[in-house]
């Protein structure tokens, strides 16, 4: 599989579609979000060929945001200029970034981080296949039910999972197909639980970037009063360490989401003047025959935050673009100016605007290749590093390796469904 690209124009089409939802594809209704680009903008040019587009707003699964990418699509045709932005939304961020880090191929296959030649939607594939796997026993459960289950099984959940399929032979093959159909992402999801640290008041641990995350772990503690001459329980949480726990699952899922987020921004939206610049820098040194003394330990903010970054890397062997904002001739030998100039290769040739709502990112149609080709680059970044693993020595205080199950960080770069 290669990585296809698609015009401003194709990128208008499939927002458009994209917002409009379930629609008649082939005599069979189908969730436009669902399914391949192209199958989108063809749904798109057979409503135009039929002028149907307007009056199909009311109709809408988002009105609002088919009427204005509408608006938009109309104004490009006109030759006006545009600032409406085209979503793009990652398929099923929880299950990816698990696939990723495990470098997992059979699970990732199942969301889009490595192509299948189509648009893949896991919860509905693992559902019918849990279905094929039932054979006479049934299941009285949707999609939305195994989604919601599913969701919340890979962050560390046991309720919801309960709540929807029961504690018999339905609930059993939930796990049996989870374990079977995305092993690498639901075995690293049960390694995650282990982390928690018995009677720890906190968890804390530090992403590439330099961000920083405190897990306070808070605990019911029950007194009684007397409240007009009767005694009445009160509860009040206080910072108190218990023997289990399941928050740190999400929790460190969603610090690694936060911090993909902010990789995209960086490498999005950059300083062109100052990309140029660190390159000029990275160019120099390289060519320099003999090593250049640098400003470490002088005092200067831009050395010390670079230093913390650098180490970072060195622990979770993913590189931040946030090191571009700190480089300069002076401080440039502390670190591989190869390894810099390398990451600088990877971004767009010129810098967009990008909005970000959790998991779904907005750009202008012109730059919806690079959108996608930025998130096939961080996520392909992940999984050649030791983030998760690195985590987990910041974590428990001892030396964890993580156990991936192949390398699958070159075939992610090709990925044409990570986003859509």
């Not at 458009?16 to 069979?28: E, F, M, Q, R, S």
């Amino acid at each position: 599989m290669t990585f296809v690209e698609y015009t401003p124009t194709d990128y208008l089409m499939i927002d458009i579609a994209t917002n409009y939802g379930d629609a008649d594809l082939g005599g069979k209704i189908v969730d436009l979000d669902k399914v391949n680009f192209e199958e989108r903008i063809s749904w798109f040019k057979k409503q135009e060929r039929a002028g149907t587009l307007t009056a199909l707003i009311t109709s809408a699964d988002k009105p609002a945001l088919y009427f204005a990418g509408l608006l938009a699509y109309n104004d490009m045709m006109a030759g006006k200029t545009i600032g409406y932005p085209i979503s793009l939304d990652a398929c099923s961020s929880g299950l990816q970034l698990l696939a990723t880090m495990a470098n997992c191929k059979k699970s990732a296959l199942r969301c889009g981080v490595v192509s299948t030649g189509h648009r893949e939607d896991a919860y509905s594939s693992l559902f019918e296949t849990m279905k094929e796997k039932a054979g006479t026993l049934k299941i009285s459960a949707t999609r939305k039910d195994l989604k919601n289950a599913m969701m919340k099984a890979l962050y560390g959940s046991t309720a919801e999972p309960e709540r929807i399929f029961g504690t018999g032979k339905a609930l059993e093959l939930f796990y049996e197909t989870l374990e079977e159909e995305i092993p690498g992402a639901w075995n690293l999801n049960i390694a995650i639980k282990s982390l928690w640290q018995p009677f720890a008041t906190e968890h804390v641990w530090t992403l590439p970037d330099g961000f920083e995350v405190c897990m306070t772990v808070r605990a019911l503690d029950v007194d009684e009063v007397l409240f007009m001459g009767k005694k009445v329980s009160v509860y009040t949480k206080q910072l108190k360490g218990t023997p289990k726990g399941r928050s740190l699952s999400p929790n460190i899922v969603h610090s690694i989401d936060g911090l993909v987020v902010r990789e995209m921004e960086r490498r999005c939206s950059f300083d062109q003047n100052q990309v140029k610049k660190v390159l000029d820098v990275c160019n120099t040194a390289l060519a320099r025959t003999k090593r250049r003394d640098s400003t470490t330990g002088r005092g200067r903010k831009n050395d010390e935050l670079l230093k913390k970054l650098w180490a970072n890397y060195v622990r979770s062997g993913f590189l931040s673009a946030r090191v571009i904002d700190v480089i300069d001739e002076n401080n440039i030998s502390m670190i591989s100016a190869s390894l810099v100039k390398n990451l600088i290769s990877t971004l767009p040739i010129k810098p967009f605007d990008m909005l970000t709502i959790h998991d779904c990112f907005k750009a202008h149609p012109n730059y919806g290749n690079d959108l996608r080709r930025q998130y096939n680059h961080v996520l392909s970044d992940l999984a050649k590093s030791e983030v998760l693993a690195d985590i987990a020595t910041q974590i428990t205080g001892r030396k964890k390796a993580l156990q991936k199950l192949g390398n699958i960080s070159k075939k992610i770069l090709e990925a044409n469904y990570a986003l859509s």
